[in-house]
């Protein structure tokens, strides 16, 4: 499509794809990749434990005598299977309450709006945290308070995104023949929407991941799992005073990594799909003022008074 | 006239969430799986007159919400004698319950720790606040420039570093030359004077500059995000075509309408300001909420996750009036809606 033209171009968004690649690989060859089995016990000798790297475990010993790096390396998938089904529960949610809020407004828009002002008011590492502490710990708790909690934002968007849309050319047209609602969203409104959509849920994602590990860092991880937030939890309490950086650093550090392409491939597509942010007249006057004619010479320009992911209301 | 109106309905939305969260609240707690009287004592051989009477302590004997029994004998006012309307009660009194594990009046520990919380997320989200914007409106100004990209990569890197993570590295690159866990040095007292104080700021260093950072990071890509949406409006043009410097057009048109959407997205990211804020106390065991809750979680002390909870949820719902409020003296379009 004429978006993924645009998006090879940014280096930035390419760097991110790349970057997500990489982390997919992993989690999928994780059995392949990781020289030792995470869940396998095994005999420690106290030299062992937190033992900093060598030829056989290339990124030392935990607080538990195991192998960091295939730790690790099964990390990937934990963080990618919140992400992405979090995020993709708050998707759902979000565009759904968006869509019925901004095409049928009234009461129900009302009413539905007024449910996302709650939420988002409520501050998220709080509520999820003492959620998690009374439902009990797991994956699902996890990735269900995380769904749950995060629609607000993409509700807002494709909330606002409807309300201009829904006044346009071919939606007028299509109600004035007869169409119903639910076809004029799905067949209409929804396709104007995706764009902006995607390129919310891949920031989502990040989000989601960003989450699973501050609620695994503070202790209400999956006991069953090993993620990455779970590491610096132990590593935390029982690395740090003997600055075993090994056990410490790299589960960070795969977090940043795996957050920053996400993050790095949603502005990009967030840039691509929100010509506002292109450019602007105290760089580039005259190409904005080419664009403006454009415009209004009727050539189909996206909709200004987008919301970008880090942009205002 | 309209302004008064949009202020009531502000007021209005935010005394009905702190009902919302108040009841929540409580129903939280209720819905714990098990005996909560088992959750007190965690002794399997406790007598059935020992429960009893715990029971009878915390008021669990009584129905939850309404009792239906009472009602229907005729004591009206008695139906109503059930655990909702004691936590009610309770509330209105300020009286949160008593911590499972230290026997501690909840509204005691919390009072003692907030202004601990306080002063590092404001500390933190001031510097946060002054530095993304000047450098956010900066990095929109040139945008396209490697300065912007280079400010943006900060941006974007600072929100994908999770902010225990940087708390810990800044923990071990500081130590040795910064105090990195605690409010003070052992042994140090309040009596002490300026001494203890300048301890507890030297403290307070690193949990601040964790914050900062992160916020910073956070307002920078907010800020810039929102002037370049203001930048390309038209009346930029028509202030350059007027013959604006850039320097005025920057200060009187784009700053001004840009602070409006800052106002409303700091206000809304306060919650997870107040987040990053418990991540931040855990990792240099600063003794303030956050770490209250972080310690409640592990030791299940559950009157003190409730209080704290409510607690930070009434204060993100009161900042949030607050940035309402201030937002409807800086636009001068406000109307109700």
Partial sequence: MQALKQFVRKPMGVIGAVMLLVVLLIAVFAPRLAPYDPQERVQVTPDDILAPPDAEHLLGRDDAGKDVLSQLIYGARVSLIVGFTASFMSMFIGTTVGLVAGYYGGRIGNGLMRLVDFLMVIPDLPLMLVIIAVMGRGLLNIILVIGLLGWTYTARLVRSQTLSIKERQFVLRARSIGAGGARIILRHILPQVLPLIIAQAVLDISVSILAESSLAFLGLGDPTLISWGMMLNFAFERAISRQAWWFLLPPGFAIVWISLSLILIGNTLDEIVNPRLRTHHLFDARRMVALAVGESAGRRVSEGGQDGPFGCA | ?337
Avoid at chain 2, 97 to 118: H, M
Avoid at chain 2, 208 to 232: C, D, K, P, W
Avoid at chain 2, 309 to 336: E, G, H, I, M, Q
Wanted: no cysteine.
């Fill in chain 2, 1 to 337: 006239m309209e302004r008064r109106d949009y202020l009531v309905r502000k007021l209005f939305f935010a005394f009905t969430t702190l009902v919302v969260v108040a009841v929540f609240n409580f129903l939280l707690f209720r819905i714990l799986p098990g005996d909560p009287v088992r959750l007190i004592i965690h002794s399997p051989r406790m007598t059935r007159e020992a429960q009893e009477r715990i029971r009878a302590t915390f008021g669990l004997d009584k129905p939850v919400w309404f009792d239906g029994e009472r009602f229907q004998e005729g004591d009206i006012l008695g139906a109503f004698d059930s655990q909702f309307t004691a936590y009610v009660r309770n509330l209105l009194r300020g009286d949160l319950g008593v911590s499972f594990a230290t026997r501690q009046d909840v509204s005691e520990l919390l009072a003692e720790r907030a202004w601990r919380t306080v002063v590092l997320v404001l500390g933190g989200d001031v510097i946060a606040i002054f530095l993304g914007m000047t450098i956010g409106l900066i990095a929109a100004w040139r945008r396209g420039t490697p300065l912007d990209t280079g400010i943006l990569l900060f941006g974007l890197f600072s929100w994908a570093l999770p902010t225990f993570f940087l708390g810990i590295i800044l923990l071990i690159l500081a130590r040795g030359h910064l105090p990195t866990g605690g409010m003070v040095t052992a042994g140090l007292k309040p009596e002490a004077g300026l001494l203890y104080w300048a301890d507890v700021g030297e403290h307070l260093i690193l949990p601040t500059i964790t914050m900062g950072i992160v916020y910073t990071g956070e307002y920078i890509l907010i800020m810039r995000s929102g002037v370049m949406e203001v930048l390309a409006e038209d009346y930029i043009l028509t202030a350059k075509a007027k013959g604006l410097s850039t320097f005025r057009t920057l200060r009187d048109h784009a700053l001004k309408n840009a602070m409006l959407p800052m106002v409303t997205m700091i206000a809304l990211t306060f919650g997870y300001t107040v987040g990053g804020a418990i991540q931040v106390e855990t990792v240099f065991s600063w003794p303030g909420i956050g770490r209250l809750m972080y310690e409640a979680v592990q030791k299940r002390d559950y009157p003190v996750l409730q209080g704290s909870f409510l607690l930070l949820a009434v204060s993100v719902v009161l900042a949030n009036l607050l940035a309402d409020l201030l937002y409807s003296v800086l636009d001068p379009r406000v109307k109700a809606e």
